[in-house]
């Protein structure tokens, strides 16, 4: 029987998503047969790795957001040689840095949104882009920080003196239409759903909060699209070099009707584990137990060591 410890929690402003993905594992684990080792994490790496001693036959990794999947705890783990689950340093590094894995995405020919890396100075003097656009925070997760200025609405100072998310941003342009996310296993994609936000569109609220969003599985898309949404999130998953399970997001603009544009935004590294979250949803709508998904991810734990 395999030793699993989970590391939750984490100093990100995603630490409540963490802390709800965690627990959702650790019951998930037991379930499945693992001694459970519950790690929740603050910001004292010092008592982290006292928690990892007795080392672990494998880590799941449920941290979200800053230092938990952006290449920082998976260094340390490298370094202790624990095999953990998700991607490793490279790919958590690359996919956690929006301007970074959008030059990964091009060098790949995938299709990604029109838009640039801006001063936030910049942004409070004028418009960077034609209107609507997004402003998104180069390295957060969960839709934290994301905004979009429309025209007409006067909010594009206001944004830029509010900002708290270091000197620049990614602004892009605004693709109307539709919210299509395709969960990856190894190499293989799962389902295509769509999302409807209860918001403006899928923001932190919608993601995590109970009647946020609506989620059709499978996604009432054109059949083309929904077969060229599932090789994308495969490409991306590749282009990033990810392993384990990952989560790529997309823009559908359906506008002129079907087939439309379909865009890819980012693919998340560590998808959500919550009651709401999407990559369990798409694995149960394919048979899959949230356990059998949880020892899945185990059993592909792996480290560089």
């Not at 991607?87 to 790949?108: C, E, I, T, W, Y």
Request: glycine letters at 10%; aromatic letters at 6%.
């Amino acid at each position: 029987m395999k030793r699993v410890a989970v590391l939750y929690g984490g100093i990100s402003a995603e630490r409540e998503v963490s802390l709800a993905s965690g627990r959702q594992v650790i019951v998930a684990l037991s379930e499945a047969g693992y001694t459970v080792v519950p790690i929740e994490v603050g910001a004292d790496l010092g008592a982290v790795l006292a928690a990892l001693d007795p080392r672990p036959d494998a880590v799941f990794n449920a941290l979200h957001g800053r230092f938990g999947e952006d290449g920082a705890i998976q260094g340390v783990l490298d370094w202790l040689d624990i095999p953990y689950t998700h991607s490793g340093v490279r790919a958590s590094a690359l996919a956690m840095d929006k301007a970074a894995a959008k030059a990964v995405f091009q060098a790949a020919g995938l299709p990604v949104a029109r838009g640039r890396m801006v001063d936030i100075s910049e942004l409070e003097q004028g418009d960077p882009l034609p209107l609507p656009y997004v402003v998104k925070p180069v390295n957060e997760g969960s839709s934290v920080g994301v905004e979009i200025i429309r025209a007409g609405d006067n909010r594009r100072a206001a944004v830029a003196a509010g900002w708290r998310f270091g000197g620049q941003a990614l602004v892009e342009e605004y693709i109307p239409g539709r919210e299509l996310t395709v969960g990856v296993m190894g190499e293989q994609a799962l389902a295509v759903t769509e999302i409807e936000a209860s918001h403006n569109f899928y923001d932190y609220e919608s993601k995590y909060a109970e009647g946020g969003s609506r989620h059709v599985i499978p996604a009432q898309v054109d059949a083309g699209i929904y077969v060229r949404a599932q090789e994308l999130a495969v490409a991306a998953h590749r282009a990033l070099g990810c392993r384990g399970a990952s989560r790529a997001d997309f823009r559908y603009d359906d506008t002129a009707g079907e087939p439309g544009r379909l865009v890819l935004l980012e693919v998340n590294t560590q998808p959500g584990l919550t009651p709401t979250s999407l990559l369990p949803e798409q694995a149960a709508h394919l048979g899959m137990s949230f356990p059998a998904l949880c020892a899945w991810m185990v059993e592909n734990a792996a480290c560089r060591a």
